[in-house]
């Protein structure tokens, strides 16, 4: 390439001619041989970089986007001074036997990023909400606790069908256990011919659940693999669902994106709502030919009204779509939900790992380009990442132990679900109407704490930073603290008090949350 000319005097030639300075772009070179080594080989510059340990530690300053707040310095949350005891670390894990703890009183973990929230329990059961609405179907029945988002296991032929969880298919001669971070749930099971472990987290930049499923043959020959993902979809708000479940599944329309893609759209029945668009799909898979499948109709799995012990194998796929244009919808019946099958081969003493994930949206366009994203196995990595991240960042803020972290998971399930509990009958009946004067409903969870001496400070401390996390995680409660101490002049308790509630941020006016103290 010639690129300057030089027409300086000193370097002009004899016949003052001026002077071309030839180049051979050696850079432009070695940009094109990349680019072409990295599409013929899958990527393996960019994994070749992320490798390198330097690269690595700035890999998460080149995915920062723009903040979407800024908080004033003067209404910043005011930290301690850094000690290295201060938090836990986010490897602290809750172990829980899921056989123990079933059908009856459990932790219940809550994950989220402010917009999409996640509740778990040690069987797998929970439900997924984003703004508002249910993603996921729920009642609030501990002793069946029958939904959630479950995954269906089918190993080689005559073998029985179980769930990777506790629920809803138990299965014989697994073994199970649950493992609650601050920032994840992990669920591990072990059979006689397999082993599986799943890893369950919220991203912290988009509307996204995302669940790594790590499977791996105990044989010395291959077998095949059947796993099918699925849940019951709402997309409405849980008190609509719960009043008229089949008119509001009307209102539900699927349709395929290949075949390891399902996008659910919640049409608005009335002008001031907004539409719903839900997707649930086969994220990334590692190396290997893999077969998927989707089904919208829950009839096609199981009977109507039956119960999840009744899961049958999806049928036989329909005829792929190859014309132009928009592809058919699928048939949601009568109970619409959200259902990925895959069929793989396990190598002999071999493992394979895939990633189902679950976006929510507003309009099609952002949730397929959600989609598009999410399929690159780069990004899942880095939203667990940045989950972690976030989980720490809130650890440090409110100042949560391990032991606060196991009251509070302990707590949000009599928040959440109705625990009922011996107890003496009321000798006056209480009107609801008398918490008005407080700012209180009397619709949302309410936790009743009272306080008489500085002994129950520590106590106090904990739910108000539990009923700041239930609000920014989608739980929305409120907390009532009456103050035992006598009423004096200097009233310290009280004044330790409002100097709790303050350094927690749950003073004075808040936009945008819904629980009060």
């Known amino acids: 390439f010639t690129e300057p000319l030089d027409f300086s005097a000193p370097r002009r030639g004899e016949d003052n001619a001026v002077q071309r300075v030839h ?129 269906r296991i089918e190993i080689g032929p005559g073998q029985p069908p179980c769930s990777l969880t506790h629920m809803p298919l138990p299965g014989e001669g697994i073994r199970r256990e649950t493992r609650f971070y601050a920032d994840r749930a992990e669920f591990d099971a072990r059979g006689r011919l397999w082993e599986a472990s799943m890893k369950v987290w919220v991203s912290a930049d988009d509307d996204v659940e995302l669940r790594e499923l790590t499977l791996r043959n105990l044989l010395d020959q291959p077998v095949q693999v059947t796993l099918t993902s699925l849940f019951e979809a709402a997309l409405a708000p849980q008190a609509t669902d719960e009043s008229h479940p089949v008119f509001s599944g009307l209102f539900v329309h699927a349709q395929a994106d290949g075949d390891d893609a399902l996008l659910l759209e919640r049409r608005p029945n009335r002008e001031s709502d907004a539409s719903v668009w839900v997707a649930h799909f086969l994220a990334c898979c590692d190396e290997g030919p893999v077969q998927a499948q989707v089904v919208a109709d829950r009839a096609a799995l199981m ?152 002994q129950g400070l520590r106590v106090v401390r904990t739910l108000l930073a539990a009923q700041r996390l239930w609000d920014e995680l989608g739980l929305h409660a409120d907390l009532v603290i009456l103050n035992g101490e006598p009423a004096s002049y200097l009233m310290p308790l009280q004044r330790r008090l409002g100097e709790l509630r303050d350094a927690l941020g749950l003073g004075g006016e808040r936009e945008g949350w819904r629980g009060s103290v």
């Open 303 to 454: 009977p109507r009204r039956g119960e999840p012990a009744q899961w049958r194998a999806a049928p036989e796929p329909a005829p792929p779509h190859h014309g132009r244009g928009r592809p058919p919808p699928v048939d949601t019946g009568l109970d619409p939900v959200a259902s990925v099958t895959v069929r793989l081969w396990l190598p002999a003493n071999g493992r394979r790992r895939l990633t189902f994930a679950t976006a929510a949206a507003f309009d099609e366009p952002t949730l397929r380009a959600v989609v598009d994203e999410y399929r690159q196995q780069s990004h899942v990595r880095r939203s667990a990442l940045m989950a972690a991240t976030l989980a720490r960042i809130r650890q440090r803020e409110l100042r949560h132990g391990a032991a606060d972290q196991h009251a509070v998971q302990d707590l949000t399930t009599r928040m959440t679900m109705s625990c009922s509990s011996p107890r003496a009958v009321p000798a006056h009946a209480f009107d609801r109407r008398a918490l008005w004067r407080f700012g209180l409903s009397g619709e949302r969870p309410l936790a009743l704490v009272r306080i008489h001496g500085t």
């Open 23 to 151: 180049t051979f772009m050696a850079h432009h070179q070695g940009m094109t041989l990349l680019a072409l080594c990295d599409l013929l080989c899958d990527g393996a510059p960019r994994a070749w970089f992320e490798r390198v340990p330097r690269a690595a530690a700035f890999a998460t300053l080149t995915h920062e986007r723009m903040p979407r707040s800024i908080v004033l310095q003067s209404r910043a949350i005011p930290r301690p001074p850094h000690r290295d005891d201060a938090t836990p670390g986010l490897t602290t894990a809750r172990a829980l036997d899921p056989s123990t703890v079933a059908r009856g009183e459990g932790p219940t973990l809550m994950l989220g990023n402010g917009r999409y929230g996640l509740t778990l329990r040690a069987t797998g059961a929970g439900q997924s909400r984003w703004h508002g609405r249910a993603i996921s179907r729920a009642r609030d029945d501990l002793l069946r606790d029958a939904h959630g988002h479950w995954l």
